[in-house]
Nanobody, 120 residues
Framework: VQLQASGGGLVQAGGSLRLTCTAS????????MAWYRQARGDEREEVAA???????SIANSVKDRFTISRDNPKNTAYLQMNSLKFEDAGVYYC???????????????WGQGTLVTVSS
């Protein structure tokens, strides 16, 4: 099982980006898909999460600006980020709780991270 995150880049403050996280490999089920971010020198923090039923949670710091969604048949989650601020910059990681054949129960998998840079 692998997670591939993409969509980061350089954007001006106030701009938008959409991040994509796709799980690939032999997968029996995906529970929660989530986005985390880590700014330089800070701990990794959860930004948004969505479960297989579509229930969402989102951090207060990005509420009303970021939206998480997912396409279950494609094993993909998206993070739409609008009105980006300087403090949104960092490396964004996706994490998914996945059940793969040959394993016992669900386990968490992490993507490689995608860099978001916000400029003036």
């Amino acid at each position: 099982v692998q997670l591939q995150a993409s969509g980061g880049g350089l954007v001006q403050a106030g701009g938008s980006l959409r991040l994509t996280c796709t799980a690939s490999g032999t997968i029996s089920g995906i529970n929660t898909m989530a986005w985390y971010r880590q700014a330089r020198g800070d701990e990794r923090e959860e930004v948004a999460a969505i479960d297989s039923s579509g229930r969402r949670s989102i951090a207060n710091s990005v509420k009303d600006r970021f939206t998480i969604s997912r396409d279950n048949p494609k094993n993909t989650a998206y993070l739409q980020m609008n009105s980006l601020k300087f403090e949104d910059a960092g490396v964004y990681y996706c994490k998914s709780r996945i059940f793969a054949p040959g394993t016992i129960g669900y386990r968490d998998y992490w993507g490689q991270g995608t860099l978001v840079t916000v400029s003036s």
